[in-house]
């Protein structure tokens, strides 16, 4: 559970850190930089995080990344990762070509 | 105990975007959401922002959204939302699809709207990647689509630079009344009071209408989304067919976004969380495979389902509330809150100044709900 946030909680301005140009997501290439640039934007969550910049968006759906993004935003809210909830796991486990993933029920494909 | 101008329950696109335009007007607003900020349809929508197929006591407010909002919007939230207005098309494979795209036609231009029914000539011009099954199609120039995942956070971005209060991870759980008025809310953590409340929480509004003996019958309907890793960039347009196969559109990643069902899910589902089911990212797969035959090795990343807040007569409520001054309604969107929502946010904030919405709004009336006989 994320639990009870308020949004405007005074999290103290953005200051740029030598390694904000650190790709964290390589699937859809986002840094260290602009993940802490969305918490100050409001983004307190790791779904908020993900939607806003894509993180774990890719074709490995967060499984390389997902553990830094936590670390980078629960510093930046200065709260423990733990308190912060995990994207939801999407199926398909892995990606699936639509001609196979539309081929699940005999007599069915075109 | 809280207090501030006004306050909003649900931190959807729609609760979103009226905190935008309220504290926009220099009023001080609190907006409270159980989960997180585009937990519900917002962030799980096909993202559409069509007017045609849409009923007549909607239609003008999803005129009034594609003339003046959505254009400039990514500007006024100072974030690219991704609308692109680049059309809808709506294909037809067969006569009898024709039939039912020359029906909504009719409907659609004798209320203003720039739609018409085009040949397959004209359809491959303007998608040259369709099958070559394809007919026609019914074409509307200004429909489009935008992110709505992104559209959600600009406005609660924005919002809260303007210094709207956003509480997440809390529940709204009834509104009080005094001298018949609505003046608070009682969370599970405070109570919140206001001068004026807005009750945007989908679905689940009715559990808050309640507390003032009011119900609004809607259901709640699951639906299905899909999406392609990045593929070449192909086309801009919205699409649908006749028969609601699939709906979708290439996002400015790349990778193209498809929503449907399987036809049952819906009576299916009754999970405390909107989950997908295996046969209906399948289904979703052979309605596009059947008008995208190229398509059919695009790789799908990922699937998710959500709710919809399906209205009786399936147009939404945005409403005050007479019988309780000081109390606000908008759900029951049945499906298609997204494409309005930027004027739907507009309209709310008149309602709440006392203002009279740029848009007539009596036929989405909280009271409009009569028994058959
Ligand atoms: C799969 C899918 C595809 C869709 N496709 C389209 C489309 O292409 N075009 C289009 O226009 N529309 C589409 N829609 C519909 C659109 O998403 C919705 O109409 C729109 O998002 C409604 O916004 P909302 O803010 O009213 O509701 P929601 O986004 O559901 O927000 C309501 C919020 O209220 C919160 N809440 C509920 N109860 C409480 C409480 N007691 N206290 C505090 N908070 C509470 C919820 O957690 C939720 O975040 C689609 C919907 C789905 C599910």
Known sequence: MNGRIDRSIDLGPYVAAPDDGMIICRCEEVTKGEIRRAVHDGMFTITEIRRYLRTGMGLCQGQTCARLVKQIVAKELDVSPDVLEDAVARAPFRPVPMRVLANEAEGRTR | MQQSEVLIIGGGVIGCATAYYLSKRGLSVTVIEKKQIGEGGSSRNGGGVRQSGRDPRELPIAMYAVEHLWPSLSDELEMDVEYYKKGNLRLAKTDAHLKILQGLTDRATALGLDVRMIGADEVKAINPYLSDEVIGASWCPTDGHANPMLTTLAYYRKARRQGVRFITGESAQRIVKQKGRAVAVVTDYDTYYAERILVAAGFESNDLL?????????????????????????????????????????????????????????????????????????????????????????????????????????????SNVDEVPGLTVACAFTGHGFGISPAVGQILTSLMTNETPMVNIDALRYDRFKAKI
């Open chain 2, 210 to 318: 309640a507390s003032v003996g009011l119900f609004v019958p809607m259901n709640r309907i699951l639906l299905e989304a899909l999406v392609t890793e990045a593929q070449p960039k192909m086309f801009e347009q919205m699409l649908g067919t006749a028969e609601a196969d699939f709906y979708g559109h290439q996002s400015t990643h790349g990778s193209f976004v498809f929503g449907g069902s399987s036809g049952i899910d819906a009576y299916t589902s009754d999970f405390d969380r909107p989950v997908t089911q295996g046969m209906t990212a399948p289904s979703i797969c052979r309605g596009i495979m059947g008008y995208f035959p190229v398509l059919a090795d695009a790789k799908i990343v990922r699937t998710w389902a959500g709710w919809i807040d399906e209205c009786a007569d399936h147009v939404p409520v945005i």
